[in-house]
């Protein structure tokens, strides 16, 4: 990732999706950044501040949580006292065309 690279890592990447792995101890902030689309899942318990601009909120998550996260731009700050552990999948574009081969479920 070209922002914040102390605290994420590209763990796979392809055409369709690129995956990152974000670590961060107690204290830690990151710069603004932004995310495409994205689905997040926690893989430790931690306790965040979101700023956004002006705004900001406070978030406290459990580990086990996968959720949707829209687009987005903001700086994160480790407000608790574990580290942070997060997997998100990011979402790029793309104009492919639907398979016409196996399907994995119901017509």
Request: charge should be negative; proline fraction near 8%.
């Amino acid at each position: 990732m070209e922002s914040n690279p102390d605290h994420y890592a590209v763990v796979f990447e392809n055409d369709r999706v690129r995956v990152l792995e974000y670590t961060d101890h107690p204290g830690d902030r990151t710069t603004p950044h932004t995310h495409p689309d994205s689905v997040m899942h926690t893989l430790s318990s931690f306790r965040r501040r979101l700023h956004s601009g002006d705004l900001h909120r406070d978030v406290e998550m459990p580990a086990g949580l996968t959720g949707w996260l829209p687009a987005q731009e903001h700086a994160g700050e480790n407000i608790g006292d574990s580290p942070t552990h997060v997997l998100f999948v990011e979402l790029k574009d793309s104009q492919a065309t639907p398979s016409t081969g196996v399907r994995l479920g119901p017509e």
